[in-house]
């Protein structure tokens, strides 16, 4: 069953402020990586993606950095606002697969 | 709104009943997949079907039957489940043989308790 108790780790900031939400993958072969939101009620939603000859990709108010070296992969929104309080997922897929690892999730508090 | 539709969007069972859950989608994609989440916790695949073939199921129990019926449906027949069972479902659909820039759509997922 459920750990009661159980948390994600949580990032809170002030609207407005920029916010980097960390994700350290599992394997050096994993060649894709993806950021979803999740909001409350709702089903996991694409955000960005990146593949792994690329170390940084920009999107709207969103910027996804890799870094091989260390397997780590960050989600940087800036000017964050109130609708973009939700859990944030990291998944990685390995070369030649379709299916993707969902990391442990964020949960990004937006405080107006 | 998400391009993947899944009904119903809560269902309550007993331990004795058989429902169905359903999943469509009409972007194309050929493959799709039913993953299973609980609160707090990323969600855990079930199974993957491609080209309306079976392809993955992740040891999951026989009360889950999965079906496809054809490339734009995916049902999740359900039956003699478990209190632990309850969680949200969800399904997805992405184009399989594209490694890359094909990620996963969701769904916005069955709500399933079973009491």
């Known amino acids: 069953g459920e750990s009661v108790g159980l948390h994600l780790p949580t990032l809170s900031v002030q609207e407005g402020d920029n916010s980097i939400i960390n994700c350290a993958y599992s394997?050096?072969?994993?060649?894709?990586f993806i950021w979803y939101k999740q909001e409350s009620g709702k089903g996991p939603q694409f955000i960005i993606d990146i593949r792994s000859n690329m170390d940084k990709r920009q999107g709207q108010r969103v910027t996804v950095l890799l870094n091989k070296t260390v397997k780590h992969l960050s989600l940087q929104i800036a000017a964050t606002q109130p609708g973009d309080s939700a859990v944030y997922f990291c998944a990685e897929r390995l070369g030649g697969s379709y299916i993707p690892t969902f990391g442990r999730g964020t949960s990004l508090i937006v405080h107006p | 709104d998400t391009e993947v539709t899944q009904t119903p969007k809560h269902l309550v069972m007993g331990m004795t009943n058989k429902k169905s859950l359903k999943c469509e989608q009409h972007?194309?994609?050929?493959?799709m997949y039913w993953y299973k989440q609980k609160a707090k916790k990323p969600p855990e695949l079930m199974f993957v079907y491609s080209y309306e073939k079976l392809s993955i199921n992740e040891s999951v129990p026989s009360r889950f039957s999965p079906e496809c019926p054809n490339s734009s449906l995916l049902n999740l027949h359900l039956h003699a489940l478990q209190p632990e069972d309850s969680a949200l479902y969800l399904c997805?659909?992405?184009?399989?043989?594209?490694?890359?820039?094909?990620?996963?759509?969701f769904g916005n997922g069955t709500r399933l308790t079973v009491t």
């Open positions: 997805a659909s992405s184009q399989e043989g594209e490694p890359y820039n094909s990620p996963l759509h």
């Open positions: 394997n050096s072969a994993s060649d894709y």
């Open positions: 972007m194309g994609h050929r493959a």
